[in-house]
């Protein structure tokens, strides 16, 4: 079941721990890595393709991304679903992060396409976090905010779901 966006602050805020900022303190490599490589597989058979798997993340607060080519969507772009090294967490975009607002993505973004890639989050235990939720500016436990100037200060995007 979707947590509603009070669950997901809450969840944000337990997993952001200031002591670890590119991933938790019992992370285990190996483990998220075979669940993203299972998401990666569902998603190509899902989609019937090969979706574009980014795999080399480092200095990270994300695991990776993969991508459904716009040529297997019904929403006429691609699709880009990006794993964090925190939580379970997912985050899924129409085309690249940040291309469509809320508004935008809820027209354009068709329902076939949220509803095979939901099944395939969810079936692996993973928690969709809107990526519109993620833009509000970083407000957390961590000393995160000193690394960016006050006029680009970081997101909760940054926190979880970026490279730092």
Known sequence: MPL???HIWALLRDLDDPDHMEFPQNYDHAATRARFD???ARLNQRFQCTCSVDRGVQDASHHGTIVIPTTA???GDHIAIRVSNFGALVT????NPGSYDEEEENLLFETADRRRIKD???AL???AVSEHLLWTRYNGTS???AYYPPEHPPTW???FFDYL
């Not at 899924?92 to 085309?95: A, I, S």
């Open 157 to 159: 995007w940054t926190r």
């Open 143 to 145: 000393n995160l905010a």
């Open 120 to 122: 395939e989050v969810e």
């Open 92 to 95: 899924v975009t129409l085309g």
């Open 125 to 127: 235990g993973y928690i």
């Open 4 to 6: 509603d966006d009070q």
């Open 38 to 40: 299972q998401l990666a």
């Open 73 to 75: 969507t019904a929403s």
